[in-house]
């Protein structure tokens, strides 16, 4: 097969063929003497596909003709690219998260000279979670609360425990963010839990309705009221989970509580 038919047959360009042959990772099957054209066989299909696999993966043209030399075999390369796969999938949600959240923002910066004055200041009684901490860049948050969850979830359903009050609480430190994620339960310490106790407080409270990927337009406008009402922040913020059964989050109910006092 000429090269160009070849390059048909293996859905790569004759440029990128000829650059395989420079480096050595596919030289064609024969080079006529007389007019120096390029012929490849059938059989070297193999090889093509597999180039083309490994530099999907993102490894370099190095390290591809490295493990062509060790000749891996189809199911390790699909393995290989299973994991790819993963990654790929993995970067494209934290890619709709990161719109989601410049989405956000705009309408934040469209809402700014819209002041809510739906929120009230009531006591929040004290609590103690079984939980999981981590501190966490704020861009990252949507990515690891759900799993989080997820994590508590399972202990406590092995434990039979309730599942009917779920809260997080946010608190900026120097490296982050710090989260505190969990479900109200009494009973005694749990392996791979950690045990967290929110006191009572005084908060200004509101509720978010809709998906997670817009609870930081109700948390600034929030915020924005308590200012300016002149209250002072007295600890980290907390999310109560009321509804959130639904895939979409679309019917989700969250109250927002933040700790205050009169300063």
Same mark, same amino acid.
Request: aromatic residues 6%.
């Given at each position: 097969?000429?090269?160009?038919?070849?390059?048909?047959?293996?859905?790569?360009?004759?440029?990128m063929?000829?650059?395989?042959d420079?480096?050595?990772?596919?030289?064609?099957?024969?080079?006529?003497?007389?007019?120096?054209?390029?012929?490849?066989?059938?059989?070297q @299909?193999?090889?093509?596909?597999r180039?083309?696999?490994?530099? =999907? !993966? +993102?490894?370099?043209l &190095?390290?591809?003709g490295?493990?062509?030399?060790?000749?891996?075999?189809?199911?390790e390369l699909?393995?290989?690219l299973?994991?790819?796969?993963?990654?790929l999938?993995?970067?494209?949600?934290?890619?709709?998260?990161?719109?989601?959240?410049v989405e956000?923002?705009?309408?934040?910066?469209?809402?700014?000279?819209?002041?809510?004055?739906?929120?009230?200041?009531?006591?929040?009684?004290?609590?103690? @979670?079984?939980?999981l901490?981590?501190?966490?860049?704020?861009? =990252? !948050? +949507?990515?690891?609360? &759900?799993?989080?969850?997820?994590?508590?979830?399972?202990?406590l359903?092995?434990?039979?425990?309730?599942?009917?009050?779920?809260?997080?609480?946010?608190?900026?430190?120097?490296?982050?963010?710090?989260?505190?994620v969990?479900?109200?339960?009494?009973?005694?310490?749990?392996?791979?839990?950690?045990?967290?106790d929110?006191?009572a407080?005084?908060?200004?409270?509101?509720?978010?309705?809709?998906?997670?990927?817009?609870?930081?337009?109700?948390?600034q406008?929030?915020?924005?009221?308590?200012?300016?009402? &002149?209250?002072?922040?007295?600890?980290?913020?907390?999310?109560?989970?009321?509804r959130?059964e639904?895939?979409?989050?679309q019917?989700?109910?969250?109250?927002?509580?933040?700790?205050?006092?009169?300063?």
């Amino acid at each position: 097969m000429l090269i160009g038919d070849f390059a048909r047959l293996g859905q790569v360009s004759v440029r990128m063929l000829r650059h395989y042959d420079a480096v050595g990772l596919l030289k064609p099957d024969r080079v006529d003497a007389w007019s120096s054209y390029r012929s490849y066989s059938p059989e070297q @299909l193999v090889v093509l596909n597999r180039i083309v696999a490994l530099k =999907e !993966l +993102g490894l370099s043209l &190095g390290q591809v003709g490295r493990i062509l030399t060790d000749e891996v075999g189809p199911v390790e390369l699909r393995g290989m690219l299973r994991l790819r796969r993963t990654d790929l999938e993995n970067e494209m949600s934290a890619a709709g998260i990161r719109l989601a959240t410049v989405e956000s923002r705009l309408r934040m910066i469209e809402k700014e000279t819209d002041m809510s004055t739906d929120y009230v200041v009531k006591t929040v009684p004290a609590v103690r @979670l079984a939980a999981l901490t981590a501190t966490l860049e704020p861009a =990252e !948050l +949507g990515q690891h609360i &759900g799993p989080m969850f997820d994590r508590v979830q399972l202990r406590l359903r092995g434990a039979d425990a309730s599942l009917a009050t779920a809260i997080a609480t946010y608190a900026e430190v120097e490296e982050g963010m710090k989260v505190v994620v969990g479900y109200a339960y009494d009973g005694p310490p749990l392996a791979d839990l950690e045990q967290a106790d929110l006191p009572a407080a005084t908060a200004v409270c509101g509720v978010h309705l809709g998906p997670m990927s817009r609870i930081s337009e109700s948390w600034q406008a929030m915020h924005r009221w308590a200012v300016e009402n &002149g209250y002072t922040y007295d600890g980290p913020c907390r999310e109560l989970y009321l509804r959130a059964e639904s895939e979409d989050q679309q019917d989700w109910v969250t109250e927002l509580q933040q700790p205050v006092y009169r300063g």
